[in-house]
């Protein structure tokens, strides 16, 4: 699987470099990559593209095309980007804006009209003030120059907003997509009674160690599924799974 993924980045890397040239500043692996708990069947590989100046439509285009080509070398979940300038990294700006966007989510609209796709996906995203906080704690430069020389600082009202904004629907997404929900709303919480970023993984077990044991199984069987390739399935009910996001989105939202 290591030799897959490096095949997968190596593709990106090359890509990027034939189309932007010296217009690319870096590519900055965020996510589950870099935090070291990546799992093909679970995780989705993320990465940020930084570039100097806005790309022609042209370029995005192509950028679209050669990476749903890569995308079949990919995880089930497959590829996010997001294409941003270098003055937004380095002078951050909440919500930061994007110039492109590329994900699983979005792979019907890449074939029904690239074009318009590419013209059009564009605008500001709230999710970065997280990607770049942990591009700066974690994250990988597959190209350029260390996250350092390129990322300022996220001011942590910004970040907190930004994984705030990632769960405060949690009660009703957590039925649907449990794993994902249960070990969101721990690292949430981490980052706001303790001040530390962690990855899903690491949320979890930061969980079990400080939210009432009532939920640990809940929090347990989350993160066995993450890391493994196991569905998450008690036999609970969706009782305990509304209770849990209710109790934690009140410690996040009320503090």
């Known amino acids: 699987m290591e030799l897959q993924i490096q095949k997968v980045l190596e593709q990106i890397k090359a890509t990027c470099m034939d189309i932007f040239s010296t217009n690319l500043v870096g590519i900055y692996i965020h996510g589950s990559l870099a935090f070291g708990c990546f799992n093909w069947d679970k995780s989705d590989i993320d990465f940020i593209i930084v570039t100097r100046l806005s790309p022609t439509l042209q370029e995005k285009e192509k950028l679209v095309e050669d990476l749903l080509k890569i995308d079949k070398m990919c995880p089930r979940k497959g590829l996010e980007m997001s294409l941003v300038l270098e003055e937004y990294c380095h002078d951050f700006l909440y919500p930061t804006p994007f110039e492109l966007h590329f994900s699983n989510a979005h792979k019907q609209k890449f ?48 970040y907190l907003d930004s994984i705030k904004h990632d769960i405060e629907n949690a009660v009703v997404e957590i039925v649907e997509n449990p794993i994902y929900i249960i070990l969101n709303l721990c690292r949430v919480l ?15 077990y ?27 399935s ?8 509304t209770d849990f996001s209710g109790y934690m989105l009140k410690q996040i939202f009320e503090r």
């Open 111 to 158: 074939f029904e009209n690239l074009s318009e796709y590419c013209a059009h996906m564009n605008g500001t995203d709230k999710d970065l003030a997280a990607h770049f906080t942990i591009i700066k704690q974690s994250g990988i430069a597959l190209y350029g120059e260390k996250a350092d020389g390129v990322f300022g600082d996220v001011p942590k009202a910004n």
């Open 190 to 204: 981490a980052y706001i009674k303790d001040d530390v970023v962690l990855s899903k993984q690491q949320g979890a």
């Open 206 to 232: 930061w969980g079990l160690e400080n939210i009432p044991v009532k939920y640990a199984r809940l929090i347990d069987k989350a993160e066995e599924s993450y890391r493994s390739a196991e569905p998450f």
């Open 234 to 241: 008690m036999d609970i009910g969706d009782a305990l799974l």
